[in-house]
């Protein structure tokens, strides 16, 4: 079996010498021959150039429309009179915005796969309630440096994602204990972050709020550059778990039978969903139901195996960047949160999800 891309990757079983699955490509790098998914990376190509075009609006538009020339000239160096606009209002925080929604498009597919359940998302099983309760109680306590809540935010959410793991294992982590039981801790870690409030001052309560409901207002390369750094130095592990993804999908009989430690790498998928999810929440607060849309679209777009890393990278920071845009212009000069533009979109999504499943459709 030769290695599968993370655009798309391969089905789990073997082939002759010669022969490839049906709707793969072998792409040549070096000497290295890759199975690539034909319909995945059209998938990718079409969700980046909409992710270009999304992030071109995205600069043009605001409380003053820059014209998109103006906009290609403040990116490739030339000299505007709208540069500081472009550059130091509106490009930071679509950086931001790009990267969040990256991380929970990751997250969320490399949860939903060790969970098979597309209800596991982190904002579902209460790993970005975990970040947010200990981000919430840093700011009451002092804490409010966009430069380190970042890193409160991710050992939140690993606090948060080992309780879960460890009152789910029972000698293996069964799916539907996994996702019951982080239901649980996130309804418990929200009445922490709303304890944590109460508690504090009223100002940094009201900041803690609007925190709480995702925002990228005000958001710039003080959140961009951690965030940015974690994601580069996570690259090869994500690498790692596209591949990972074809064992964790097989039945845990078939798993062990060729040698798979199938817990350890279960283990190491949730570790780095954990990781990516409160980075994410801690530069931007509780983006929710991004992880939970996006890696579910790409899987039945690309209608590939396993959910493919790289088109639910490109549709969360899609998901983000388009509703950031919408939430500053719908109601403007009001300014909305970015969460509350995609609760309104995810939550009937969750609802229809629910509702399928008990009916018994396919998710």
């Given amino acids: 079996m030769k290695p599968s891309t993370a655009v798309g990757t391969a089905p789990s079983t073997g082939h002759p ?9 072998v792409a040549r790098i070096g000497r290295a021959n890759i199975l690539v998914h034909r319909r995945a990376t059209t ?24 014209p998109p020339a103006e906009v290609l000239k403040v990116l490739t160096g030339g000299q505007s009179p709208d540069q500081l606009v472009v550059e130091t209002l509106r490009a930071p925080r679509l950086v931001v915005g790009l990267l969040v929604g990256a991380a929970f498009g990751v997250a969320g597919a490399l949860i939903q796969t060790v969970a098979r359940n597309p209800l596991a998302s982190p904002d579902i099983i209460g790993i970005s309630q975990g970040a947010s309760a200990l981000t919430v109680g840093a700011m009451t306590f002092g804490v409010t440096s966009y430069s380190v809540l970042p890193y409160v935010g991710v050992a939140g959410g690993l606090i948060a994602a080992a309780l879960v793991y460890v009152f789910a294992w029972r000698g293996g982590l069964h799916a539907t204990r996994f996702v019951l039981i982080g239901i649980g801790f996130a309804i418990a870690l929200r009445s922490v972050t709303t304890l944590f409030m109460t508690k504090g001052d009223y100002l940094v309560a009201q900041q803690a709020q609007i925190w709480m409901t995702g925002s990228l207002n005000g958001r710039g390369w003080v959140e961009a550059t951690p965030l940015g750094w974690t994601l580069l130095a996570l690259v090869p592990a994500v690498a790692w778990a596209a591949r990972a993804q074809r064992t964790v999908s097989l039945d845990d009989d078939t798993a062990t039978a060729l040698g798979v430690r199938l817990n350890r790498v279960r283990l190491g998928l949730v570790l780095l969903g954990v990781v990516l999810a409160s980075a994410a929440t801690g530069a931007a607060g509780p983006v929710d139901f991004v992880a939970l849309l996006a890696p579910q679209i790409a899987r039945r777009v690309t209608r590939t195996a396993q959910i493919p890393l790289v088109c639910s990278a490109l549709l969360g920071a899609v998901v983000v960047v388009l509703a950031d845009l919408l939430a500053r212009r719908l109601f403007s000069p009001t300014e909305l949160p970015v969460g509350v533009l995609t609760a309104a979109v995810g939550a009937p999504y969750l609802i229809w999800l629910i509702v399928r499943s008990r009916s018994g459709g396919t998710s």
Avoid: D, H, I
């Avoid at 998938?43 to 909409?50: E, K, M, S, Y």
């Fill in 43 to 66: 998938v990718a190509v079409a969700l980046t150039a909409a992710l270009a075009v999304c992030s071109l609006a995205y600069l043009c538009t605001g409380e003053s429309f820059v």
């Fill in 17 to 25: 010498r010669g022969q490839r699955p049906a709707g793969y490509a």
